[in-house]
């Protein structure tokens, strides 16, 4: 069982940050890799980020290259997701996501595989 606590949403202007921290907890994180997915109103769960909880690799959809970056800090148990010249295309609820890192490579991107999900953190960019 993990547990995860998104948190670091908010309001910001177009070409703002914002940083957003998901906090996990439970049995042997090692064994799973984490990943950020968002979801507007109206549309279906898209892939944002996604790292392994014990490898450097890392993820990342099209649409953020270059302009968010994910990390990981063991001892704190948490991931992180950096923000930076966020769009109004941007604004969504902001879910962490755990699946185990069993063909992690080959799934890091389809919720469906995703086996623990926060509650959701919303951010809004304003044009």
């Known amino acids: 069982q993990v547990q995860l606590v998104e948190s670091g949403g908010g309001l910001v202007q177009a070409g703002g940050s914002l940083r957003l921290s998901c906090a996990a907890s439970?049995?042997?994180?090692?064994?799973?890799?984490l990943g950020w997915f968002r979801q507007a109103p109206g549309k279906e769960r898209e892939f944002v980020a996604a790292?392994?909880?014990?490898?450097?690799?890392?993820y990342y959809a099209d649409s953020v290259k270059g302009r968010f970056t994910i990390s990981r800090d063991n001892t704190k148990n948490s991931v992180y997701l950096q923000m930076n010249s966020l769009k109004p295309e941007d604004t969504a609820a902001y879910y962490c996501?755990?699946?185990?890192?069993?063909?992690?490579?080959?799934?890091?991107?389809?919720?469906?595989?995703?086996?623990?999900w926060g509650q959701g953190t919303q951010v809004t960019v304003s044009s």
């Open positions: 996501g755990a699946r185990t890192t069993f063909l992690f490579s080959r799934y890091y991107s389809s919720s469906s595989t995703y086996d623990y």
């Open positions: 790292i392994p909880w014990s490898s450097s690799n890392t």
């Open positions: 439970g049995r042997a994180l090692s064994n799973y890799g």
